[in-house]
């Protein structure tokens, strides 16, 4: 009798160690779903394949969120650690190469998702290398589980590991981050050279450095209404251009609210992509981002 209320005492005390663990994994998860579904709605779902990854990433975050705090078992824990890192690595492989056409730039959302997934992995991975739930526990010492016993203890060594992983996934996040959109602009008047260049059997406009050129469905031949975050994304072509070989159609320029001179291409102001960082690339290509569609600026051929 004096061993059972020990053991009852030792369970209860283990699932009040876990709670708080519990209730922060699953808040994390809760939280990198709305930073997911606010990009979903503001634009990412217009992106052909990557708009329903990310709503079915926002189904599984909530759904995982849940399943932590009602169930709790190793196996969700483990589910939830897993998907943690699996989309911190999809970031990061859309940062590094572009992922089904989509590449992925620094952003302030971006930056926050990604360290919400590396503390929600820890989270759930010290749930994974710890003690089982006190209530398997408990069911195995009355004789009514048939799980072994190796499933049930705390996996030796497990805490190193997870603070392990842990630190490299932050480590290669923050490189990845920092080396995202770093592509150095060229100066303004360069910029305003413009050329031609063949990218997916059309011609498209390009600056002097050879990155394709956008138009923005909102804009107006005499306005432009990308400023802000937008710009940062969408850097303008300033300067007045002059047409290089192949390039044919009405050249012009509009005055931006800075004072500053941005080039046009028949009535559109012309604008750069900071997610294409090579020349030949055209990722920004009928993106829904940042209030409107872009487009690339084809060439009449």
């Not at 995982?64 to 009602?70: K, P, R, S, Y």
């Not at 050879?210 to 710009?231: E, H, I, K, N, Q």
């Not at 900071?274 to 600026?297: K, M, R, S, Y």
Request: a positive charge; glycine letters at 14%.
């Amino acid at each position: 009798m004096v061993l059972r209320r020990h053991q009852m005492t030792s369970w209860s005390s283990r699932q009040f160690q876990r709670a708080p663990v519990r209730l922060a994994g699953a808040g994390l998860l809760a939280a990198t779903g709305a930073i997911h579904l606010d990009l979903y709605l503001t634009g990412y779902r217009s992106i052909p394949t990557i708009g329903w990854l990310f709503l079915l990433q926002v189904i599984a975050a909530f759904g995982l969120a849940a399943a932590v705090l009602t169930a709790g078992s190793r196996l969700t824990a483990i589910a939830a650690a897993g998907f943690a890192l699996a989309t911190l690595g999809r970031y990061l492989l859309s940062v590094w190469i572009g992922l089904f056409g989509f590449k992925e730039i620094r952003s302030t959302a971006g930056t926050v998702a990604g360290v919400v997934e590396v503390a929600a992995f820890a989270a759930m991975a010290v749930l994974v290398v710890g003690p089982a739930p006190p209530g398997q526990q408990l069911r195995r010492a009355c004789g009514t589980s048939p799980a072994p016993a190796r499933l049930q203890a705390r996996i030796p060594g497990g805490g190193w590991v997870v603070a392990g992983v842990s630190l490299a996934a932050l480590v290669v996040f923050g490189v990845s981050v920092a080396a995202a959109g770093g592509r150095t602009p060229a100066p303004a008047e360069s910029r305003a050279a413009l050329g031609t260049a063949t990218i997916g059997g059309m011609t498209v406009l390009t600056d002097a450095q050879g990155f394709t050129l956008y138009w923005f469905a909102p804009d107006t031949p005499t306005r432009s209404t990308c400023y802000g975050t937008c710009a940062g994304y969408w850097p303008p072509v300033t300067g007045t251009p002059s047409a290089g070989r192949g390039v044919t159609g009405s050249l012009g320029t509009v005055k931006r609210s800075d004072g500053t001179t941005q080039a046009t291409y028949n009535g559109h102001p012309l604008y750069t992509y900071v997610g294409d960082t090579a020349p030949g690339q055209a990722f920004g290509n009928n993106l829904n981002l940042n209030g409107g569609v872009w487009h690339e600026a084809t060439v009449p051929s």
